[in-house]
């Protein structure tokens, strides 16, 4: 069983970190967009203009339900700008910006010096569950990836950050 779970999840992280380097540029304004263009992005196959890392004050969310489940990318710049890939898992892309307050307290929450400890290489992070809600967070510090399992435990700030970006943005992953 652990065997299985060990060949389930190297496609996983390879398809969260493929998703989670095809960001998009951002806009300011809210707008929809399809995203029948992006279908490669979709396959896991980044774009010529993909970022390869994550800046001080930005981070990408990416999380899947299973391995098979839609890939929703959330990337949010700095300033609070952020693009959503496939929102909801229906195709459709959203931009936007967080509020004023909504961006101070995710840079705190990034800039907060702790945040390194919860990255995935500093807890040695290993998935629990299959078909669980997978999300992981892109940041300067590291990848931090969390499941929705019973019994599973979060880590503190990035539990804050994946919370702030999932109630400040429209959509929500539909499993």
Not at 148 to 173: N, S, V
Request: with cysteine; glycine share 10%.
């Amino acid at each position: 069983m652990v065997r299985s779970r060990s060949r389930l999840l190297v496609p996983l992280l390879g398809a969260v970190l493929a998703a989670a380097l095809t960001g998009c540029s951002l806009g300011h304004a809210a707008t929809t967009e399809d995203t029948s263009a992006a279908s490669d992005a979709a396959a896991g196959l980044p774009g010529p203009d993909a970022p390869t890392t994550v800046g001080d004050g930005q981070v990408t969310l990416v999380q899947q339900v299973g391995g098979n489940g839609p890939l929703r990318t959330l990337r949010v710049e700095r300033d609070g700008a952020w693009k959503c890939f496939d929102c909801a898992g229906d195709g459709v892309n959203s931009t936007g910006a967080l509020d004023a307050e909504q961006v101070s307290r995710l840079q705190q929450l990034l800039a907060d010096p702790a945040l390194a400890g919860e990255t995935d290489a500093a807890r040695r992070y290993r998935a629990t569950c299959i078909d669980a809600l997978t999300s992981s967070l892109l940041t300067a510090a590291g990848p931090i990836t969390s499941q929705d399992c019973p019994g599973a435990a979060r880590p503190a700030i990035a539990g804050e950050i994946l919370l702030l970006l999932t109630q400040a943005t429209p959509a929500e992953l539909k499993g």
